[in-house]
């Protein structure tokens, strides 16, 4: 019989962490022992007297695990006979593309050259399971980063040419998120934002998009929800704020230039889920020094994606994340538009509409409507930054501390 409790170090590349104990049924941390090293605790779990808060490690745990929301996930869950997404962050031992944590049993010698995914080829069993496919292999191989990749829309890492790749999917009927990321993409190209560079694939006539991974064997992305946990946010601090004071504790360069990037960038495609972890910092693995702002990823829930074409409009009211509910008063927190050169941006609605021209789910009537209010969403801006440049900068602080901070990131 499995023991109903395992012994595990936690890792951050070859520093060991802390002592843990996983309860073998639920994939849960029943238990922290003793801690080595507390400067590599993940960001954003605090450290009291010497004792690890086991609540917020297990939340950080869990938020290694896929989502239950991830489409098709119960019955890949069912083909690669395990009950829990929780019960598949172990088989994997924990270990990411995106940062350098992992689990290694307690007697064991392994170390983390032996078993990275950056180095490592990994078996593809988990990602085509979650894409749907039957597998040939008559033993699964659960040893993937798939494993433990975050987000609710379908998705896979794969390896070409020895690099490691994100393929990720659409949603619904109209599978629009592909063409937005690649959208973003040129947007943010022209503009000369630091950004991940996402491509159109289509297999069995779905849009896929497939991007870099961005991370490497000396670096990690920590997300927004982390770095903002790091410091007890005061009531009359607004999140934005908030997040900028933790940023420059972290001594993180160049966040303000960079959100005054992404608030300009979603306020173009009408960005509905700019949440916290959909963006974030990058440090350096072994020297914990913070590089930068991550390069903006996952721009895909925008364009109104889920709309139908009736309700597709410029102007509508869409959601808006993470600092306000609404666009137009987010906008309002960018400092500074003098890196913006909006001429940059002519034709780029015609560019759009020749992405979409290979979707068989949009029609030309929506590639119409969508171009269209493309053009508008960049008329309305440069409205807002003419006016800005009659106004006094003053006039621009933002006091609002209304915005919601009760949101677990995912
Ligand atoms: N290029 C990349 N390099 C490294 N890590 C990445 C990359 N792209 C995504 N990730 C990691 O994978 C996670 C999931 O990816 P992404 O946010 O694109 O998926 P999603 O399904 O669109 O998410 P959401 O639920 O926010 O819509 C990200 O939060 C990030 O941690
Ligand atoms: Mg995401």
């Not at 010497?50 to 996930?73: Q, Y």
């Not at 597709?312 to 137009?328: E, G, V």
Request: with cysteine.
């Amino acid at each position: 019989m499995a023991k109903a409790h395992q012994q595990y170090i936690l890792m951050h590349k070859n520093v060991p962490v802390a002592e843990l104990e996983l309860d073998s049924a639920s994939g849960y941390i029943s238990a922290i022992g003793s801690i080595y090293n507390d400067r590599h605790v993940p960001v954003g779990i605090l450290v009291k007297n010497g004792r690890i808060d086991r609540a917020a490690l297990n939340r950080w745990w869990e938020g290694r695990a896929i989502p239950t929301s991830r489409e098709g996930i119960r019955r890949a869950l069912e083909m690669m006979k395990v009950s829990t997404t929780q019960q598949l962050v172990d088989k994997c031992m924990g270990l990411s593309l995106s940062d350098q944590y992992w689990i290694c049993p307690k007697k064991s010698k392994v170390k983390w050259e032996d078993v990275n995914f950056f180095e490592h080829s990994f078996s593809d069993d988990v990602g085509n399971i979650l894409f749907g496919k039957d597998t040939k292999a008559k033993e699964i191989s659960l040893m993937s980063p798939d494993n433990t990749s975050d987000g609710w829309l379908k998705k896979k890492w794969v390896i070409h040419k020895g690099k490691r790749y994100l393929i990720k999917g659409g949603s619904g009927a109209i599978q629009q998120e592909p063409y937005n990321e690649v959208l973003a993409s040129r947007i943010m190209d022209r503009l000369s934002i630091p950004h991940v560079v996402y491509v159109l694939i289509t297999q069995e006539g779905y849009p896929y998009s497939i991007c870099e991974d961005f991370v490497t064997p000396q670096t990690e992305l920590i997300s927004a929800w982390y770095i903002m946990q790091t410091h007890k946010k005061p009531n009359n601090v607004s999140l934005y704020k908030h997040y900028l004071n933790c940023c420059e504790r972290l001594e993180i360069p160049g966040v303000k230039d960079f959100l005054d990037r992404m608030i300009t960038i979603d306020y173009i495609i009408a960005n509905e889920d700019r949440h916290q972890n959909n963006f974030g910092a990058v440090r350096n693995s072994d020297t914990l020094q913070w590089v930068g702002p991550a390069p903006i990823y996952d721009s895909g829930s925008s364009m109104w994606f889920s709309k139908p074409n009736t309700l597709i409009s410029a102007r509508a009211k869409i959601p808006c994340k993470p600092f306000k509910i609404n666009h137009d008063e987010q906008i309002k927190l960018v400092t500074n538009f003098d890196w913006l050169d909006l001429s940059a941006l002519k034709g780029i609605d015609e560019e759009f509409r020749e992405i979409l021209k290979g979707s068989l789910f949009i029609d030309e009537k929506r590639r119409d409507i969508l171009c269209f209010a493309l053009r508008k969403r960049i008329e309305m801006l440069e409205k807002i930054v003419n006016l800005r440049l009659t106004k006094l900068p003053e006039d621009n602080i933002e006091e609002d501390v209304t915005r919601n901070t009760a949101y677990n990131g995912h």
